[in-house]
């Protein structure tokens, strides 16, 4: 009867047992990280999206309206500095420039009239001047009449040699009111945009209303990245530092950039973080192939960097620096740990932690708390 009691004492064990281990908790799959060394640096990125940039762009218009005449550019024309581009009537203009250089002929002309006259003059009052001292023949009022006859001429001499300086100041004006029509390229670049036909009117653009350039010309021989950070971050910059640019429309990023320069001012606009625009150049001329003005970039500028140190990913740090580590029954225990450097890729581990260490990266799945016991994602 005893024997009996006891086989169902531990049948009912046996049953309870089952029961419980059947409903354990099953493990969760997660993937782990391993703790191994490597490079980690601290960066600063923009707040907001940043603009790939020529390093010079022109927006040219004639000094003076009028109807175009002559355009000798089109869109995606290849040009030197000091190019013609694009030419507004100004053909009475041009006849002025005409006009007051025949002016200046014509003036050199009666200078020299005015001079032979001088020097006749001047001779003829020496040759009176020995008369009258040598032989007495000739009075002194005749001297002195033929003296001031001399110096009266010289002085017409100099008048006219001055008057030629004058017309030669008048063509210069009369030069200056043609450039005023004309369109030159202020640097070697590339015609973007021409908004110009023949025979339309173009004039330039009135203070406070903005109006189509004729011509927009750009330097694409260097490329900048102009994007804003947030003015906390911005105060870590200087300029050299290194720097990588990511653009959506390439997949791999480019880090030949240098900061360039950091302007001297924050920008305050309503609704957004008050930032700082930074521009970055793109140092290896790799770098800038296939980049065109206007695509959108991303910068990251590098602050500091250690090589060969314990580091972490994003994806497996908790709040206040912790992590879910595995022991050797691969159950997760909550471990903290010390950071150094940190970026949106790596954070460096200075203690709590060594290499070797495996660590969760499902951070946030159900299950994956402190205490579970997991199964490990190959």
């Known amino acids: 009867?005893?024997?009996?009691?006891?086989?169902i004492v531990v049948a009912l064990a046996l049953l309870i047992a089952l029961f419980f281990y059947s409903r354990?908790?099953?493990?969760?799959?997660?993937?782990?990280?391993t703790v191994t060394t490597g490079p980690v640096q601290s960066t600063v990125a923009n707040t907001r999206v940043g603009t790939i940039k020529a390093c010079r762009r022109?927006?040219?218009?004639?000094?003076?309206?009028?109807?175009?005449?002559?355009?000798?550019?089109?869109?995606?024309?290849?040009?030197?500095?000091?190019?013609?581009?694009?030419?507004?009537?100004?053909?009475?203009?041009?006849?002025?420039?005409s006009l007051q250089k025949a002016q200046v002929k014509a003036n050199r002309a009666s200078?020299?009239?005015?001079?032979?006259?001088?020097?006749?003059?001047?001779?003829?009052?020496?040759?009176?001047s020995r008369l009258q001292t040598s032989k007495q023949i000739v009075s002194v009022e005749q001297v002195d009449k033929a003296v001031s006859n001399s110096k009266s001429q010289r002085a017409a001499c100099r008048a006219a040699q001055q008057s030629i300086e004058v017309a030669e100041q008048q063509v210069a004006v009369a030069e200056a009111a043609v450039r005023r029509t004309l369109v030159l390229a202020p640097f070697d670049g590339t015609v973007a945009e021409v908004n110009a036909e023949l025979g339309e009117?173009?004039?330039?653009?009135?203070?406070?209303?903005?109006?189509?350039?004729?011509?927009?010309?750009?330097?694409?021989?260097?490329?900048?990245?102009?994007?804003?950070?947030?003015?906390?971050?911005?105060a870590a910059l200087k300029t050299g530092m290194r720097a990588c640019v990511s653009l959506d429309a390439f997949p791999e990023k480019r880090c030949s950039g240098v900061v360039t320069r950091i302007a001297p001012y924050v920008l305050?606009?309503?609704?957004?973080?008050?930032?700082?625009?930074?521009?970055?150049?793109?140092?290896?001329?790799?770098?800038?192939?296939?980049?065109?003005?206007?695509?959108?970039?991303?910068?990251?500028?590098?602050?500091?960097?250690?090589?060969?140190?314990?580091?972490?990913?994003?994806?497996?740090?908790?709040?206040?620096?912790?992590?879910?580590?595995?022991?050797d029954d691969n159950v997760l225990h909550e471990q903290s740990f010390q950071p150094g450097l940190s970026n949106w890729s790596y954070t460096e581990v200075v203690s709590g932690l060594k290499p070797g260490d495996r660590v969760a990266m499902s951070i946030g799945k159900d299950g994956v708390v402190d205490g579970a016991k997991v199964d490990i994602k190959p």
């Open 1 to 7: 009867m005893k024997t009996k009691s006891l086989v």
């Open 24 to 33: 354990r908790p099953k493990p969760v799959a997660v993937e782990i990280y």
């Open 58 to 97: 022109a927006y040219l218009a004639p000094a003076t309206g009028g109807q175009v005449a002559l355009l000798h550019v089109k869109e995606g024309d290849k040009v030197k500095q000091g190019q013609l581009l694009l030419e507004v009537w100004n053909q009475d203009l041009k006849a002025q420039v």
């Open 111 to 128: 200078a020299e009239q005015a001079c032979q006259l001088a020097g006749s003059a001047e001779r003829e009052a020496a040759r009176l």
């Open 201 to 234: 009117f173009v004039t330039p653009s009135p203070p406070g209303i903005p109006t189509l350039p004729p011509i927009d010309l750009l330097d694409v021989s260097c490329l900048t990245v102009s994007a804003p950070i947030d003015e906390v971050d911005a």
């Open 268 to 327: 305050e606009k309503e609704k957004q973080a008050r930032t700082v625009e930074v521009e970055v150049t793109l140092r290896d001329p790799k770098d800038l192939t296939e980049l065109l003005p206007g695509y959108s970039a991303d910068i990251e500028v590098q602050l500091a960097k250690k090589q060969d140190v314990p580091r972490l990913p994003a994806e497996a740090i908790l709040e206040n620096n912790r992590v879910l580590k595995l022991d």
